[in-house]
């Protein structure tokens, strides 16, 4: 027997164990049960301030709700809040749904919304990464039962964007149970009540008072953190949704009665090169080599199978201010090896780069794919394998032990063009990457109150980096589900997916 089709019978075997046990535990509802997999709960449970975005954004939607939400063109709508519009260039007035209540009976109203601005403020939330991403706001004033003004220290033209990744809570039964309590037994506005968060299970009802209630009487998210046992399930019919699988599993999940799904995520994935040191990266000429020596439109053909498209920027299509006539650099092996001989490099050179594998899509695959590239104009790239804890360490601490790494630009959740370069630049504390004359530039674009000179100056900002070459953008990331035939209306808006829709046939 192979070691493949053997690794193959284990992970059927240890599926069916687990999925059973809970197939077995609520056999009454079997059938009015919506089942879906992820690779992992998120870590702060149902706390909506402990993170802003995977694996949270997968699960909190189906109780907790911001006041506006992304659409599938990366616009914003509304949600909790039905308008709003600016007082002047540091106020913005928002206008609340009516007739909303969070499933504890509690009131959704302007006092609810300021009492969550209110706590995000205070020394009490000074551990959770939501306090991070409303910093600018001043204060948050009640109007009347269903108005409320927020204030910011600069102005801030991408707020009504920002505040979806803002997750309301109903206040008392916050101040009784704090973040740890929530967490286990979350409450909001959505379709859906947790019965039970546990390690690898939360278990909810529908909420047919929900001012949206869902089409489906319960439903399920299981954590199976090995992708083959998500396909499984989706074979065996344990499952109806499986999330983050590889645009490979399409022949296998459409033999078991379902669909693969391809949404886009809203950001992009490559090298960033680490160039506060001293290396042969230093050189422009040498990042411009290494861009021009990667067939990107290869890569996006052969390992994602035309799904996706090719990053030609440091901004996803999606993305407010994606610059669509700025061109990547075309794919030219003999123009690279001419770059590198006038940059001292006529032999080639070493570089080392650390990467995360297996969040993504074919990950490794790329990175692999990139090596290869650049083995073909003389240079050699390490690939060290890192957890994303060390990714993360590294990021806060410049403790780098490479000369790059893998990255993202990412835009997501509110696809904030600009949002990558709080980090890609002079502004993050520990840069990998400082061009101080571009500083300003990346400054205006975040104060400027006009969307239209917003959108300019990102367009010279994109321009900009292309010219400095930071980094490799290779192609804009996908998010792959299996979706049982079972199934109907199911969409993935950017991670966010729309429960209340869903409905389950025979």
């Known amino acids: 027997m192979t070691h493949t089709r053997l690794r193959q019978l284990l992970t059927a075997k240890i599926v069916a164990t687990v999925l059973s046990a809970f197939l077995v535990a609520d056999a009454p509802a079997a059938e009015r049960t919506l089942r879906m997999a992820t690779y992992a709960l998120p870590p702060g449970k149902g706390n909506p301030f402990s993170q802003t975005n995977l694996p949270a954004i997968f699960v909190w939607p189906a ?15 509304p949600w909790l809040a039905i308008d709003w519009h600016t007082v002047d260039e540091l106020t913005w007035r928002f206008i609340l749904r009516q007739d909303v209540f969070f499933s504890n009976g509690e009131p959704f109203d302007a006092h609810a919304v300021a009492a969550v601005f209110n706590w995000l403020a205070s020394p009490e939330a000074t551990t959770q990464m939501m306090a991070g991403e409303v910093r600018n706001i001043a204060a948050v004033e009640v109007i009347d039962s269903h108005q409320i003004e927020i204030r910011t220290h600069t102005p801030d033209i ?16 916050w101040r009784e149970v704090g973040p740890s309590g929530f967490g286990l037994r979350p409450i909001g506005t959505g379709p859906f009540i947790v019965e039970e968060w546990g390690t690898l299970r939360v278990r909810m009802r529908a909420w047919a008072e929900s001012w949206r209630p869902p089409k489906v009487e319960r439903l399920e998210v299981i954590e199976l953190a090995d992708a ?18 590889s645009p490979d599993d399409g022949p296998a999940i459409r033999m078991a009665s379902a669909e693969l799904h391809a949404a886009p995520a809203g950001s992009i994935i490559g090298l960033s090169f680490i160039l506060t040191r001293p290396s042969p990266l230093s050189d422009v000429r040498v990042r411009r080599a ?9 890569i996006v053909r052969e390992l994602f199978h035309g799904t996706t498209y090719v990053a030609t920027q440091h901004a996803s299509r999606h993305a407010f201010g994606h610059h669509p006539s700025l061109a990547g650099y075309p794919y030219d092996p003999a123009a690279a090896r001419a770059l590198l001989a006038e940059a001292g490099y006529p032999e080639g050179f070493h570089f080392v780069a650390q990467v995360v594998v297996g969040a ?19 240079v050699t790239l390490e690939l060290r394998v890192m957890p994303t ?10 403790e780098w032990r490479a000369h790059a790494f893998g990255m993202d630009f990412g835009a997501a959740p509110f696809l904030d063009g600009w949002r990558p370069f709080r980090i890609h630049s002079c502004l993050w504390p520990r840069p990998w990457f400082c061009d101080e004359s571009l500083t300003p530039l990346i400054e ?7 969307l239209d000179l917003r959108r300019d100056r990102m ?48």
């Open 444 to 450: 205006s674009v975040r104060t400027t109150f006009d």
């Open 389 to 398: 804890q060390l990714l993360l360490r590294n990021i806060f601490t410049g």
């Open 228 to 245: 083959p046992a998500r396909i499984q399930g989706i074979q065996s019919g344990a499952l109806d949704i499986a999330l983050q699988l």
């Open 63 to 77: 109780v907790l709700e911001p006041l506006t939400v992304m659409d599938p063109n990366g616009e914003v709508q």
């Open 360 to 378: 993504g899509a074919n990950d490794s695959a790329v990175y692999q794919q990139i090596a290869a590239s650049l083995r073909e104009i003389g």
């Open 158 to 173: 991408m707020l009504p964007r920002a505040l979806t990744v803002v997750r309301m809570v109903p206040p008392a039964y």
């Open 459 to 506: 367009h010279a900002l994109l321009e900009a980096y292309h010219e400095a070459t930071p980094s490799i953008p290779v192609y804009e990331v996908m998010r792959y589900d299996a979706v049982s035939n079972r199934v109907r209306n199911y969409r993935n808006v950017f991670g966010v997916i729309n429960f209340h829709e869903l409905e389950l046939t025979e």
């Open 290 to 298: 290494l861009n021009m020596a990667i067939d990107t439109e290869a």
